[in-house]
T-cell receptor
Framework: NAGVMQNPRHLVRRRGQEARLRCSPM?????VYWYRQLPEEGLKFMVY????????ESGMPKERFSAEFPKEGPSILRIQQVVRGDSAAYFC??????????????FGPGTRLTVT | GQQLNQSPQSMFIQEGEDVSMNCTSS?????WLWYKQEPGEGPVLLIA?????ELTSNGRLTAQFGITRKDSFLNISASIPSDVGIYFC??????????FGAGTRLTVKP
């Protein structure tokens, strides 16, 4: 059973460009979460999605950031007009729908975004 | 938002020593989880705790869900060099709303 997959692992963008980060949850998981991590810091929640629905986006900046989890295909975190302060590691996690395991989030390897 | 206070921030120990770290909060959590993160990788789930007072082991790791539901600790016994990494606690307030501590950076000297 493959784990959470993220790509690309590393992404370099110039200021003003768009960054698209992809996440494929574990098989059978229908909940996806995005987190951001700055160096030497913990993980900060950004957004929680189920298929075709944004459940909680309270941690996501109101401008330039958007997320989706379509019926088919991976979840996408999109950052428009990137700025240097967007440089960070972005992690995706997934969890199953029902039962105790629904509270356990499993993380992907992350995408390290560098804005030059 | 609800804050998790994780301590210590870092630990430098000798191989073979036991390690203890903890997380506290002013909020009550329904679930506590402990993760380990190694450089360049995502966090890996170590232990999940679901009931107040619950004590759970995973090999040399033992974690407990505090009786007040506001704290949790993680112990590592007989540390080895591969235990090096950053350990994060995470508490869930309600379904899928999870908050992370700032992490405990563990260094093990052979």
């Amino acid at each position: 059973n493959a784990g959470v997959m993220q790509n690309p692992r590393h992404l370099v963008r110039r200021r003003g460009q768009e960054a698209r980060l992809r996440c494929s949850p574990m098989k059978g998981h229908s909940h996806v979460y995005w987190y951001r991590q700055l160096p030497e810091e913990g993980l900060k929640f950004m957004v929680y999605l189920q298929k075709e629905n944004i459940i909680d986006e309270s941690g996501m900046p109101k401008e330039r950031f958007s997320a989706e989890f379509p019926k088919e295909g991976p979840s996408i975190l999109r950052i428009q007009q990137v700025v240097r302060g967007d440089s960070a590691a972005y992690f995706c996690a997934s969890s199953p729908t029902l039962g105790h395991g629904a509270y356990e989030q499993y993380f992907g390897p992350g995408t390290r975004l560098t804005v030059t | 938002g609800q804050q998790l206070n994780q301590s210590p921030q870092s630990m430098f120990i000798q191989e073979g020593e036991d390690v203890s770290m903890n997380c506290t909060s002013s909020s009550i959590f329904n679930t506590w989880l402990w993760y380990k993160q190694e450089p360049g990788e995502g966090p890996v789930l170590l232990i999940a705790l679901y009931k107040a007072g619950e004590l759970t082991s995973n090999g040399r790791l033992t974690a407990q869900f505090g009786i007040t539901r506001k704290d949790s600790f993680l112990n590592i016994s007989a540390s080895i060099p591969s235990d090096v990494g950053i350990y994060f606690c995470a508490g869930q307030l309600r379904n899928n709303d999870m908050r992370f501590g700032a992490g405990t950076r563990l260094t093990v000297k052979p």
